[in-house]
C-alpha cells in the first residue's frame, strides 16, 4: 500500500490554486464573492482530469457561494487552460472546506510526512477525531474487509458503506470472495467481483476513499491491490496491536474489542444515524471478535456499546441463529478429522491438529466448516495454547491460532508474517503441513518450556 500521489498532482493543484485565487481577486464579480472567500486548497489528480476546489468563506453562506462557482466554472476552466497552456484543463468540482475550519486539513496532513519521497512514503499515524474529515472530503468509498473474512471485518465494512449510503453517498463492500455462509444476512452493498468493481469505479466522476477495515497489510488484499492503490487515498481502521500500517491515513486502537465498535464511535462522533440493519452489521462484528464476550478483550465499553446498538434494534436472535445455529453436518465431519490428528505436547499446554485439502475436498466440507476448530482445542483441559492448520487448496496452509490465559499468540503468528490480537491470530505459509507442525512445535515446545506461566494472587 504505497503512496500513490505524485508530486505531479500536488503541483498542479496548487497552479490551479493560485489561478482561482487571482481570479477571485480581480475577474469574477458575482456579489456572492462579496464576503471574505479564500482558496484553501485545491487537489487534483496526476493525470489533471479532475480537481477538487476547496474554498472557505466568511460573511458569505456557503451553498450561493458554491454556486457562483458553479455558474462561474466554464470561464474558470478556459483560464486555467490559457495560463497553464493546457489543451484541456480539469473538471472542477467547489466544495465547502469544513475541514479546514477544524484544523483538520488533509493536504496539510501529508505535507507534515517526514518520509524520502511522494512515491515511496507509507503516511501517517491519525487521532480518532481526524478520520471525519477525512472521509468527508470524498462523496466515493471502497471498503476492503481482509481476505479470510470473519464477522468483524465484514460487519464492520457493511455497516460504514450503508451509512455513507444513508447521506447519499456511493459506497461499496469489495470481500475479493464470496461472503461466508454464516455472514449471508449481512446484505448489503457488496461487490465480490474485481473486475465488476472495476467497472463501477470507471463510471464514477470525482476520485474515491479506499477504506482496509480491520487490516493493514497489503498481503490481506489478495488480488484487490489494483482497485485499492488506484485510490486517491487509502485510509486504514484496525485494532490489531501487531500491524503493520501502510495506507495513507491510519488509525489503530488496540484497547478496541473490534473494529465495529470503532466503527460505531465514529458514526456517533460524526453524528450519523445508526439504522436497524447497521446496528445488527456492528452486533454481529462485536459478538464474534469477542467469542460471544468470552475473550479477555471484552470491556465494559463493549457492553455499553452492544446495549446502544440493541436499542438501535440490532437483530441479535437472526444473528445468534444465522451465525452459531446453522451448521452444517460437514462441520462434525471434519472435526472429527482434524481430532484423528491430534498432538498435544508440551506437559499437554499445546493443542495442535489439522485438516488436509483433499480430507476437505471428500467430505464436501467449505471454510464455513472450519471455523472455530481452533476454539475446540483451545477448550481442552490444561491446554493454553491451540493451533488449528487447514490446507487449502492452492496448497498453502493457514495457521489458526489461540490461547486461554496468558501465552501471546500474535507476536508467534508475526514471526510468520502474520498477525492478530494476543489471544487470538494466525499466518498463512506457503511450506507443507508436515513442514509447518514441525517448525511449530518445536517453536512453542521451546517457548513453553522457558516460559513460567503467570499465578494467580
Known sequence: MKKRRSFRGKKLGEEIKRIISELLARELKDPAFDGMISISHVRSTDDGSFATVYFTCLGADEKTVEAAFENAKGFIRNEIGRKLGIRRSPDLRFKADDAALHGQRIDRMLDELDLPSADERAGREVSFSEIPAIINAYGRYLVFPHIHMDGDTLGAAAAFADAMRELGREAWVVPGEEIPRTLEMLNSPFVTDAEKAAQIIETWEE???????????????????????????TLSIDHHAVSRPSCDFNYIDPAAAAVSELIYRLLRLA????????????????????????????????????????????????????????VKAEKLYVQSAMLNTLDIFADGKVALAYVSSDTLAKLGAGDDETDGMSEVLRSIIGVEVAVFLQEKPDGRIKASMRSKDWFDVATLAAEFG????????????????????????????????????????
Do not use: W
Not at 283 to 304: A, K, M
Open 207 to 233: 476520485p474515491y476513499l479506499a477504506i482496509a477495515m480491520d487490516f493493514s497489510d497489503s498481503e490481506r488484499l489478495e488480488g484487490r491491490e489494483a482497485l485499492f492503490e488506484d485510490a486517491m487515498e
Open 271 to 326: 453524528d450519523l444515524p445508526v439504522t436497524e440493519r447497521i446496528a445488527t452489521a456492528l452486533y454481529i462484528g462485536v459478538v464474534t471478535d469477542t467469542g460471544r464476550f468470552q475473550y479477555t478483550n471484552t470491556t465494559p465499553e463493549t457492553h455499553r456499546i452492544t446495549a446502544e446498538l440493541l436499542e438501535a434494534g440490532a437483530d441479535f436472535q437472526a444473528a445468534y441463529r444465522n451465525i452459531y445455529q446453522c
Open 418 to 457: 502474520g498477525g492478530g490480537h494476543k489471544r487470538a491470530a494466525g499466518f498463512t505459509s506457503g511450506l507443507s503441513i508436515d513442514e509447518v507442525c514441525a517448525t511449530l512445535k518445536e517453536k512453542l515446545a521451546g517457548e513453553l518450556k522457558k516460559t513460567t506461566i503467570p499465578t494467580i494472587q
